[in-house]
């Protein structure tokens, strides 16, 4: 078939997507291509019928590019510009659509069979190799906390204050972390309300012992999770404890040697806290807000917009297989691919039970099955990045001082958010209408001590908060 073009019809009539180029088939990148001549193959020496008689190998070709690109996922000869990007992620189960993705072949289905998930040591590291690029040896994007792109955007959190723009592409679920006590605390059975726990931890300092509670980086969701909470309770996070940075992965020792007192991360350290019998679990992050948002796929910005059709593949490949995760017949295959060496490293036992929804929190008698807050991947909006959402990270982060008072939150989201992608990929998977939120607001959000965050006046929640580190007028 050498010297041939052959005319693709990959999208819905009058829905070519900005950003299409026509190119020969069979270039160096092997994309997708469609002629500039109305597809007349007569004026390439050939008949229409004898188009029609071609070989076999021709229908295996064009078998093999249906299944490269799937209808609907690109414009007329406009594939991924490369053949996949370096996307880092850290230990925890809820990078399972990034595992999925690679595992079942979802990244090479869509043409980036190419995209590495690579493994960073902590959340800091991540953010350096966010900042090096793919190009630099570093990552070019990654599961990440959902501050994280915000923070990094802004240069709250690099060196030198210089910003590296990011795009949050989508969030990889809601729901599944867990605050974690130690086990010198099992008879208080500590949960929501942690005054009893205030008491206790007053008591050790006062005997000249230091108290520490452990989150995973400054202004990211465990951070704000557990402040929250620790909040709640009359408990200053920054003048009653030490709050303290720990790498997920390196909770459970730390917890074992004494290092804190309380942590909060996303699993399988939890459960395998238990599981060792160092400690128990206080509550899931759901129990303080219901659904909330959690982890996103964040990408550098200069290469979603050198690459995106390559990123919106990589995006189309992740909502996959996050529909994929959140199917029950799939929960046990899930924990399996989560726990092997490459990804988490962990024994499956470890991992199972949270996955399909069965909580024992270490404390006897306390043990729910299928709990309304287990982690979400795919149902109830999840993978949806929620603009509404973002501006309470910000909040958040206003409060505790990682952004000043006044900042432009809802400039700096029309900036990083990329909802606008996440719907033209749903629409390429054909995705049903009932599964993609109407607004980019989820609207009023009530969390379990009865406060309330509209988006609408976020200042009115940030003044109800009596502790805090922002000064409001």
């Known amino acids: 078939m050498a010297g041939f073009r052959l005319r693709f019809f990959c999208w ?233 940075t720990v790498p997920p992965p390196q909770m459970v020792a730390n917890m074992k040697v004494g290092t804190m007192d309380c942590f909060c991360v996303c699993e399988p350290w939890n459960l395998q806290l238990i599981h060792q019998n160092i400690g128990y679990t206080a509550i899931t992050t759901g129990e303080l807000w219901n659904n909330h948002p959690e982890k996103a796929l964040g990408m550098r910005a200069s290469f979603v917009d050198k690459n995106p059709n390559t990123s919106k593949a990589i995006l189309m490949a992740t909502m996959e297989a996050q529909m994929w995760c959140d199917k029950p017949e799939n929960y046990a295959e899930v924990a399996a691919i989560c726990a092997k060496r490459q990804w988490i490293n962990a024994p499956v036992e470890d991992i199972t039970d949270r996955v399909k929804g069965k909580f024992d929190y270490g404390i006897p008698g306390k043990v729910v099955e299928k709990h309304p807050q287990m982690m979400r991947y795919w149902n109830d909006f999840a993978s949806y990045p929620f603009q509404s959402h973002d501006l309470w990270f910000l909040t958040e982060d206003i409060r505790w001082g990682k952004f000043e008072v006044g900042a432009d939150t809802k400039g700096l989201i029309k900036k990083v958010n990329r909802e606008d992608m996440w719907r033209d990929a749903a629409k390429a998977l054909s995705v049903p209408a009932a599964q993609i939120p109407t607004s980019t607001s989820r609207g009023k959000e009530t969390f379990f001590d009865g406060k309330v965050f509209d988006p609408e006046n976020p200042m009115a929640y940030l003044k109800s908060q009596p502790i805090k580190r922002a000064e409001i007028g």
Request: aromatic fraction near 6%.
């Open 12 to 244: 819905s009539q009058g829905e070519r997507p900005a950003g299409a180029h026509d190119a020969p088939l069979g270039n160096k990148d092997n994309t997708m291509t469609s002629t500039s001549d109305n597809g007349s193959t007569k004026r390439r020496g050939i008949s229409r019928r004898a188009f029609l008689k071609s070989t076999a190998g021709t229908a295996a070709l064009l078998g093999a590019v249906q299944t490269q690109f799937p209808a609907g996922a690109f414009a007329q000869g406009a594939g991924p510009e490369v053949k996949g990007a370096k996307l880092g992620f850290i230990a925890l189960t809820d990078a399972a659509p990034l595992f999925v993705a690679k595992e079942k072949g979802m990244f090479a289905k869509y043409g980036v069979p190419d995209t590495e998930v690579l493994k960073q040591a902590s959340w800091g590291a991540t953010r350096d190799n966010l900042v090096l690029g793919g190009d630099g040896n570093g990552i070019d994007g990654a599961h990440i906390l959902t501050p994280m792109p915000y923070l990094i955007s802004a240069g709250k959190v690099t060196q030198n204050n210089v910003p590296t723009p990011m795009y949050i592409l989508a969030r990889l679920q809601v729901n599944g972390q867990c605050i974690s006590v130690g086990k010198e605390y099992s008879d208080l059975a500590v949960g929501l309300d942690t005054k009893p726990f205030k008491v206790a931890l007053d008591k050790k300092k006062a005997s000249g012992k230091s108290i520490k509670a452990a989150m995973t980086f400054p202004g990211g969701t465990h951070d704000l999770w557990i402040r929250y909470w620790l909040a709640a309770g009359g408990i200053d996070p920054d003048k009653d404890i030490e709050t303290i």
